[in-house]
């Protein structure tokens, strides 16, 4: 490998949408749902007194219709909350995809839940994913994200909270996001040294389609990997924005097919078209066409 950050593997994370585990009708809906991920939440959308209630729903959910073609996420309370254990409980009886950890502000945060889930025996393929949604979250991304490294860890993929770190912090709304950018590139860059997924913070104006469009190109031209989402209604516009488009699959199936030809054997460094593309790009077009086949793989199996 020519470069010192760690291999990635594809995976589609374009829309993940966060559903109430307290709300039946909603869990419902997410079975006829184009999205790739569900994040099935029993942090802050339910109420402490409907926590219980929240796990027996999700529990009869997990027991019910499989969720065909979608990462099934579950969001517990901090371990240091008085719901956290019963959550991680849960977790380890329906064993999902992953789970989602919130506020994390220390690598500690997620061997603790490793360890929880080692000790439980839980299966390899169940990941941990973390919110950076602090101030600490934030300032320590890059330790977080080299915790994914150590032997036996989960951690797979960062999530963005804005609601928090905005409270946290007394950063304003902004168009733009002006004054946070910082700190998002900084846990891009963090995730992007160690070999995880980043998606974007929730937009919680959900009727303004426009705003929405413009905060996912941002996001996209960031280098995230897809959005946390609150809405039915938003799924198309991220997953639209975190896809390769026409045009960027065909530049990808061409530089792929300049390197096949065997004019370029032994040549590092070729033009298409008019632009110099070096086998870094090569790579980069793999991915991007690795990820076309997975969507198109999606489309065919609904
Ligand atoms: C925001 C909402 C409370 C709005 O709900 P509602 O008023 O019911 O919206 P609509 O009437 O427009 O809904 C239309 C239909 O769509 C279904 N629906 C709505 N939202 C969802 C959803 N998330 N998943 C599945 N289905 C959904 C409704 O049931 C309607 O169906 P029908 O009756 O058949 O027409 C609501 O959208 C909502 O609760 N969203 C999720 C909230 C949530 O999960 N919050 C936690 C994540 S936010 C976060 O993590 C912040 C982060 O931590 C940070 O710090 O930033
Ligand atoms: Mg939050």
Redesign the pocket.
Known sequence: MSSNSMPRSVSLRRSV????AI?S??LE??HG?DCDAIIF?LE??VAPEKKAEAREKLKAFFSGKPLANKERIIRINTLSSTFGHADMELVRTLEPDAVLL?KVNEPQDVMSVGDLLADADAPESLRIWA?I?TPRGILNAAAIAEAGRTQGSRLDCFVL?????RKETGVLPQPGRTYLVPWLMQVVLAVRAYGLDAID??FND?RDADAFDAECAHARAMGFDGK?L????QIDAANRHFGPDASAIAEAEAIIAAFADPAAEGLNVINVNGRMIERLHLVQAEGLVHKARLIAERQTAK
Request: no cysteine; charged share 20%.
């Open positions: 949408l966060s559903v109430p709300n009708r909603a809906k997410t749902l939440d802050d959308s919130p919110m949604e909270g804005l609601n928090d770190l913070s929730v959900f946390m609150i809405h039915p209604a």
